[in-house]
């Protein structure tokens, strides 16, 4: 199927883009277009401009500091997952990153993109939220940080308002000595996930959990932190007993009912699997970082 | 009300779409069109160009028979509108055998290991490869390896195995290169 008719701008400044969007109703922002053109493909969507935003040259930068990542509007999914220093900051990223479609998708989508699109079984809004991390909006009138957890409203919604363009995401470096682990399932290679989940796990030196985070996508209708499951390890020795314990708390996340796919029941299942596999990862990564 | 169209007296031939000026290097050389900001690349270089080896299988992004190079990347033509590649180079199947019809290694590879029926598919894969190949990376030839390459290219006859050899076969005459 053919997109239907638009006016095209490729912005040349971020003021520039700013402007367009503000004064143009029906506008969207066109950054990797992985999801956007599908959609327009298939006339789900049909903007009245788009503004292209791969032209500017801010938004194509990724820094990395001792406390975090800034990811740059239009860096694509794959210069992330292969940047030494944002795997050496936060390996997390590279581990989601390589179950997000397949290399020549992720050779044009972007991360910011998908962050936007917020599809509730996609992974980088999880690692986002996972992480702690947040994005820039700015608009005509100013600029504001959206924390993850405020950012992500319902299936493909969140807090950004339409004349507001997000012009970077901040990703946290990883807690030092912290254990992590990422793990997801889905049907065919490069689909988003049935299930997904992440977690960084910190312990003090005699081996008790000080801070355990979990969160995951394909659940629900947003990306969620597994808050009991975190509250089952918080405390405790990470042993097998409180892994067990932790997974099985996790059955009340799973919001999405049977759909197409799988049951709700199954989905249940996958997320306490999942969530085991990713403790256990987490354990050991964080005895390889002692050690 | 009507229940059978008439046939209409005269359709244009060309879109009345407003369109905007590009310009790119296509497989070494250099075009200049004039296209609707709504044509996807996929077409451009099918309908535009005439290279019609690039193949469209979904137009959302899931076959992978779009694939071409952009910039040196494979990407996939169906989810980039033409007007984005302006000042690109681009890479097709065309770009493979030489101008007297001599077939690339990586086009050998697939004819010699049976990697290939019908060959809709075929040149969405060897542009995924060709980019790996020339990627620089270091390449993980195991089965699983390969197939992870190949994941984002569907083939509805030939089956996965005998492309998987023909991209081990292929790399390894490149790596001897
Ligand atoms: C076959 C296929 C499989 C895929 N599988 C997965 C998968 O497994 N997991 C996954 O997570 N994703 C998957 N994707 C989607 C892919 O990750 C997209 O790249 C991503 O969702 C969107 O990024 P983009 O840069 O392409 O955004 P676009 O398609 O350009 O935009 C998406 C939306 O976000 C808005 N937007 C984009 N950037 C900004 C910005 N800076 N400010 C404000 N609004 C903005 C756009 O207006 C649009 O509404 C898949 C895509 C395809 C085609
Ligand atoms: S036609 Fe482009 S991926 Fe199928
Ligand atoms: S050879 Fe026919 S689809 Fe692959």
Redesign the interface.
Known sequence: ????????C?AQSVQDALQKLHETPGALI?AG??SL??AM??RLVSPST?I?I?RIPEFRKVEVTSDGIVVGATIRH?DLELDAAVHAANPLLRLALAHV?????R??GTTVGSLCHADAAAEMPMILLLTGGSVMAQSVSGTRTIPAEEFYKFHMTTAKASDELIVSARFPALPRGAGYGFAEFAR???DYALAAVGAIVSCDDSGIVTDARLAACGIGSKPVRLTAAENALNGRRADKAAMAEAALATADAVTAPDDTQVTQAYRRHLLAGLTRQVLAQAVSARKEAIA | MRHKPAIAPNIPSVSA?PT?EVTMTVNGQTVTRHV???M?LT?FIRHELGLTGTHVGC???VC?AC?VL?DG????A????A??ADGAELRTIESEASEDGTLSELQKAFAECHGLQCGYCTPGFIM?IR??LESGEKLDLSDEGI???I??NLCRCTGYKNIVAAVRKSAQHFNRK
């Not at chain 1, 199927?1 to 095209?8: E, I």
């Not at chain 1, 479609?101 to 998708?105: C, D, F, L, N, T």
């Not at chain 2, 169906?78 to 509108?81: E, Q, R």
């Open positions: 199927m053919k997109p239907p008719l638009f006016d095209y490729s066109l277009g992985q053109i599908p493909n298939f788009l292209d791969n794959r479609a397949h290399v020549p998708i050779n044009r065919r290679r490069g | 779409d905007v609707s900001p709504r996807l077409d137009e959302h992004g992978g694939t952009i990347r494979a990407a996939r169906c989810l980039t509108f007007v984005q995924n980019a790996h197939r992870d390459m994941s984002g």
